[in-house]
């Protein structure tokens, strides 16, 4: 669900970046997607997070939430979404590597080799999608965004072993939107001015990619290893080929379908030894009251 969800974004970021401004949509997503988490989070009685649990959400909402989406926004403006989801797909390798050093997971030999695999594939996607040109400032915009996304899920990760993945999502997509809050006035000016079909996007963006995949991705990550998390991501570039293909009318060449089975492979490789599950400490999970 994470990566589908995650996929369908970059094809309705490139549709409502036609009227928002990346830090506007980045807002108004984010702002979408703190509604619905909310509300969510009330009546499941989740509660707030335990306190041990709040730096990780605070580190990850500036950077994922707020950060990423602002420069992933305003590199989809120079990118196509084929490019985009490739140049973003270098951060299950910082995922990976920064998940050994930080969190001691080491580099199991499958994970790497099914990495340098998918990564081969997603490089082969992003240039066979690409529209040729790709500006300098929207791959290193991307850049900045995959780098924020690993360090972000090595600082979520520790966070997870204390509160619910709806816990620790919901803060960070809070802490995100108040990070964003500066482009409030944007936001307002272009929601006047912008198309329905815009502003549905927009608020797709913030329910299903946000609310509902950054929560999917979080009970995932709480559960298997931050190396093996990210390089299942490695299929996102091969849907988004296809969705903007479908409703973008980016036609993907031969070498897209190549790559796609290179990333699938990736995959199969980077996870065939078995998922590893982290010892939990079941109280503020399955607790309400060490919950609340």
């Not at 702002?31 to 041990?52: D, M, N, W, Y």
């Not at 929560?215 to 490695?234: D, H």
Request: proline share 5%.
């Amino acid at each position: 669900m994470t990566v589908v969800l995650w996929a369908s974004a970059f094809v309705f970021i490139r549709a409502a970046g036609e009227h928002f401004s990346p830090g506007a949509l980045a807002l108004g997503r984010l702002l979408s997607g703190a509604v619905a988490l909310g509300v969510i989070l009330l009546i499941a009685g989740g509660g707030l997070p335990p306190r041990a649990a709040w730096r990780g959400i605070g580190i990850s909402g500036v950077l994922w939430f707020g950060i990423y989406m602002v420069a992933l926004n305003w590199g989809e403006r120079y990118l196509d979404a084929g490019t985009a989801s490739m140049v973003i797909n270098i951060g299950p390798v910082l995922i990976a590597i920064l998940g050994g050093l930080v969190l001691g997971e080491g580099f199991p030999a499958r994970l790497m080799a099914g990495i340098a695999v998918s990564f081969t594939g997603v490089v082969v996607v992003g240039l066979s999608s690409s529209n040729g040109g790709a500006a300098v400032l929207g791959v290193v915009l991307c850049v900045v965004a995959a780098a924020t996304w690993a360090v972000a899920t090595v600082a979520q990760k520790p966070a997870l072993a204390h509160a619910t993945a709806l816990q620790v999502t919901t803060g960070g997509c809070v802490v995100g939107a108040i990070t964003c809050l500066p482009f409030a006035g944007r936001l307002a000016d272009e929601v006047a001015d912008a198309p329905l079909p815009a502003t549905a996007s927009l608020v797709y963006l913030g329910v299903f990619p946000t609310a509902l995949a950054f929560t999917t991705w979080a009970y995932a990550l709480a559960r298997t290893t931050a190396g093996q998390m990210g390089a299942t991501t490695y299929t996102v570039p091969a849907l988004v080929v296809a969705m903007s293909w479908l409703t973008l009318d980016e036609v993907p060449g031969a070498l897209a379908a190549v790559g796609g089975l290179l990333c699938l492979a990736g995959v199969a490789i980077a996870r065939s030894g078995g998922i590893k599950t982290q010892p939990r400490d079941p109280s503020p999970v399955e607790s309400p009251e060490a919950a609340s």
